[in-house]
T-cell receptor, first 112, second 112 residues
């Protein structure tokens, strides 16, 4: 029940295209869903996050879509750029402690 | 730059040894989290401290321990090291419990 399942494992997108990464969770106590971007040799960087009271959140080219009934959420990267090539992790947490449960990651490659 | 600092950046040691990893949270952040990242296990939560007190434990081995000091910096102690302990160790901090977590650059531990 603590798992967060992420797909796909890897993704190749052309420059200017839309990148879509999906995550699913089982624990209904989760109430915070962030996405992190990680470049090789660096720590994960917080990209965007959502709470279950909204179904969508947009920040620049990055959008989170959240479906509470399906227990799924996704990251959309519009107008993908080669600089977006990185590994993306979804995560979830619930309760007052806030420790994150991470998905396995998606390696995104944006071809010029 | 997230504002979270970790030292050392790299650490190479032998099996059976003990090492200490250090983390300084962002200014004003009271909560510190430790995570381990390995190829097979992904990003896994180890332990969390809030204002000097342990608040949550994850998949942390008994050979590992941590503490948070009055100045809020934290140390992760790894003892009786095994080859399988080779991984990236990240520290993250947040202002409050359950708040947005910002990750440091990590410490790469190699056990030979």
């Amino acid at each position: 029940q603590q798992q967060v399942k992420q797909s796909p494992q890897s993704l190749i997108v052309q420059k200017g295209g839309i990148s879509i990464i999906n995550c699913a969770y089982e624990n209904t106590a989760f109430d915070y869903f962030p996405w992190y971007q990680q470049f090789p040799g660096k720590g994960p960087a917080l990209l965007i996050a959502i709470r279950p009271d909204v179904s969508e959140k947009k920040e620049g080219r990055f959008t989170i879509s959240f479906n509470k009934s399906a227990k799924q959420f996704s990251l959309h990267i519009m107008d993908s750029q080669p600089g977006d090539s990185a590994t993306y992790f979804c995560a979830a947490s619930g309760g007052s402690q806030g420790n994150l449960i991470f998905g396995k990651g998606t390696k995104l490659s944006v071809k010029p | 730059d997230s504002g979270v600092t970790q030292t050392p950046k790299h650490l190479i040691t032998a099996t059976g040894q003990r090492v200490t990893l250090r983390c300084s949270p962002r200014s004003g952040d009271l909560s510190v989290y430790w995570y381990q990242q390995s190829l097979d296990q992904g990003l896994q939560f180890l332990i969390q401290y809030y204002n000097g007190e342990e608040r949550a434990k994850g998949n942390i081995l008994e050979r590992f321990s941590a503490q948070q000091f009055p100045d809020l910096h934290s140390e992760l102690n790894l003892s009786s090291l095994e080859l399988g302990d080779s991984a990236l160790y990240f520290c993250a901090s947040s202002v409050v419990l359950g708040g947005e977590q910002y990750f440091g650059p990590g410490t790469r531990l190699t056990v030979t």
